[in-house]
């Protein structure tokens, strides 16, 4: 079995737990610090799978550059991001947010990304 990656942001804002990934799919936790906000991003190979767990989650989808719509996810809501869809993670709150994720598709170079820039929990 293998282990459970475990990354933090360099500012501790973020915490994802990966507990599968290779090309097909990747999956696990993101643990996002209170009044903190992640930067826009996609996944331009993989739909985005969202489950929120605990708090709450404002996930923020762009139409273009500058326009966006909000969805707040609260304990039990679902959310799909299509491939490629530029969004931001942010949580609004006091407390912590913690999402379940699978990415369906190749997220391989994000994940490269994410062992380079964030530090490795042990």
Known sequence: MKKIETY????GGVRFYFSHSDEKFT????????????PKHNRPLAVENLVQISGE????????????????????DSLEIPRGKYHI???TTSIESITLFKADGDITAVMENIRKD?????
């Open 89 to 91: 993670h942010a949580n």
């Open 118 to 122: 964030y530090k490795l929990i042990k």
């Open 57 to 76: 989650c404002v996930m923020k989808l762009f139409s273009d550059e500058t326009n966006y719509t909000e969805h707040i996810l609260e304990v039990g």
């Open 8 to 11: 933090e942001s360099q500012d």
């Open 27 to 38: 999956t696990g936790v993101m643990v996002i610090r209170a009044n903190y906000e992640l």
